[in-house]
């Protein structure tokens, strides 16, 4: 199939109704598909049954830290603080331990900058009369959520192939000093997929800023999400701050969602020695410590199976095919119609649709009524507004690889009929 847009109004108007024609037969078909959120398939938390099983009674009572059945160790027990050191490329000392999610230290992190500021002296946010952040899009709904929660304004930085738009990023807050944080997700990004070059990583360690408590939150919810044995390589953002200055710059973000159960996994929030210990003094009143008997369970489980490195390559096995699937539906599709661009992601759990402009929400909705829910329209913008109303994040992780090539052709052809639509209108 050729170009829809060089093809005539009787051409489109025959094509559209072929299409109406399609849909109306999946819609008899009575489908249900909820692929709004990026969640493991069952297969994948099979993969983790034995952290059920992986502590003894001996083990809790004998770690290098003694018994840690009781009260303490706010920051974590040390072996958990190595093992996120090792897999994030950090030392253990700038390693805080915390709960089951890392979203919420990342909620946390913004709070406590609103109502105390980011170290001592600094002004909370909470008392300037306008705070804004740079959020590249499309970008982390959640992270979107948390802004519009503490009222922080949001500005759209365009994502491209190598990250966010640096040059959007400097020329922005060079001369603003309201502008205080950007949030990043920087290897195998939700929902693009792009991992962010090394001269975006140094351009971003070296930002000059109007404001002196700028924070760079980046999340690496997805740094050893790989789905291929050539995994992207992802700068060492610490490293690059330091040299470039700015060693307070960055607060970085992780868990075990994806590795083994998420809303029941352990998760880190690392930084300099003195933004933690600055974080630890507000930390101390919220918690006397996290759960280290999933801290000790999770690193012991990694162990008996070899390394986090070998469960995510299980991982991979399962998923890969989900992703090459809705890869091939849509190539086979609407390859060539000249409609749609998706990402063929290296690593984490999103490819990244794009429509042509003014048809995302179309798309949505058509999908929805034939049974197939996908993520809103939008939600992957602040404001849930995406300006040129064309991205939908694809969550090909939970449904089987039958249901998404069902799934992924009802979307082709929600694709093209929206297509079709907006170009006779
Ligand atoms: N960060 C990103 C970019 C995510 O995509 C997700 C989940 O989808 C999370 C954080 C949530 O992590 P957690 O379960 O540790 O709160």
Known sequence: MSDLKNLSTAELELRKEELEKQYNMYKMENIQLDMS???????????????????????????????????GQLDGIPEAKALFGELLGVQASNVFVGGNSSL?????????????????GQTP??????????????????????????????????????????????????????????????????????????????????????????????????????????????????????????????????STSKVTFPGAGISAFVSSEANLAYAKKQLSVQTIGYDKINQLRHVRFFEQIGGVGELMKQHAQLIKPKFDQVNRTLTEELGGKGIAEWSEPQGGYFISLDTLDGCAKRVVS???????ILTGAGATFPYGKDPRDRNIRIAPTFPSVEELKKAMEVVSVCVELASVEKLLA
Not at 42 to 69: C, F, M, W, Y
Not at 174 to 188: F, H, S
Not at 366 to 372: I, K, Q, T
Request: glycine share 6%; charged share 25%; net charge negative.
């Open 37 to 71: 959120r990026g969640k493991p398939g069952p297969e994948q938390l099979d993969l983790s049954h034995g952290l059920l099983r992986a502590l003894s009674e001996e083990d809790v009572k004998a770690t290098h830290n003694g018994d840690i059945r009781n009260y």
């Open 104 to 120: 919420s230290l990342m909620h946390d992190a913004v709070a406590r900058a609103v109502l105390f500021g980011t170290g001592e």
């Open 125 to 254: 946010w909470g008392k300037l009369p306008k705070v804004k952040f740079l959020c590249p899009s499309p970008g982390y709904d959640r992270h979107f959520a948390i802004c519009e929660l503490f009222n922080i304004d949001m500005i759209v930085v365009n994502m491209t192939a190598e990250g966010p738009d640096m040059d959007q990023v400097e020329a922005l807050v060079a001369n603003d000093e309201t502008i205080k944080g950007i949030w990043c997700v920087p290897k195998y990004s939700n929902p693009s997929g792009v991992t962010y070059s090394n001269e975006t990583v140094q351009r971003l360690a070296a930002l000059k800023t109007k404001a002196e408590d700028f924070r760079i939150f980046w999340d690496n919810a997805y740094a050893f999400h790989h789905l291929t044995d050539t995994p992207d390589e992802l700068a060492d953002i610490f490293a690059a701050c330091a040299q470039a200055g700015y060693p307070d710059r960055v607060y970085m973000f992780a």
């Open 366 to 372: 058509l999908a929805r009524e034939a049974g197939v």
